[in-house]
């Protein structure tokens, strides 16, 4: 067979099979998805970029389309907290906490580390409130769920932000300490490490 031929089979398979590929990816990426995904990643965007009016809307919106979008309402969470209405976090975290320890399927990894998350994230709230013994616990809470999903931010928010950033374990085992001694000598607020506390969302 003459190769000129062969070479060009060759790379129309290899044509073909991109397009069908990257027509699949397409396809899953905007049909297949959960209803309200599109508008919860666009409250994303926004809330990384501290844009928390259009962050909200976002996520408003997409849990008017799926009421029950866990990334959803966990994005108004992060927004609630960014923007210290605490006691309107601490609500919808109780409601969140209740809806997914009564939903969850114990293979549902993603939905156990939005619960860890969750958890995280409520103590982190009364942490800021002076309310410590109970971030304690909600911070046990969350790293016996799924430690890795609570584990802080990834290699490139390091870079970006911070390359030792405060974390839930971290947070835990200083307020363990500090709790164990007289209250006189408890040292449970330190604003230049507090200051690096960030919120979860899986």
Do not use: C, W
């Amino acid at each position: 067979m003459n190769p000129l031929v062969i070479r060009r089979f060759v790379f129309l398979m290899f044509i073909a099979f991109a397009l069908t590929g990257g027509t699949v990816i397409f396809y899953d990426s905007f049909f297949e998805r959960p209803p309200g995904d599109y508008e919860t990643e666009r409250g994303s965007m926004y809330l990384s970029t501290r844009n928390f009016g259009d962050a909200m809307d976002n996520f408003d919106e997409g849990l008017r389309i799926n009421p029950d979008h866990r990334g959803a309402r966990m994005g108004r969470i992060s927004v609630l907290i960014a923007t210290d209405r605490h006691d309107e976090a601490t609500a919808e975290l109780r409601s969140l906490i209740a809806y997914l320890e009564e939903t969850l399927s114990e293979d549902d990894a993603t939905g156990l580390g939005t619960l860890a998350a969750a958890y995280g994230n409520l103590g982190i709230v009364h942490d800021r409130n002076n309310r410590h013994e109970l971030a304690l616990e909600n911070y046990i809470e969350a790293l016996k769920i799924d430690a890795e999903a609570v584990e802080g931010p990834g290699i490139i928010d390091r870079v970006l932000h911070d390359p030792s950033p405060s974390t839930i374990r971290k947070r835990a085992e200083y307020l363990y300490v500090e709790l164990k001694k007289p209250k006189d000598q408890q040292v449970l607020r330190k604003p230049e490490m507090d200051a690096k506390s960030r919120d979860y969302k899986p």
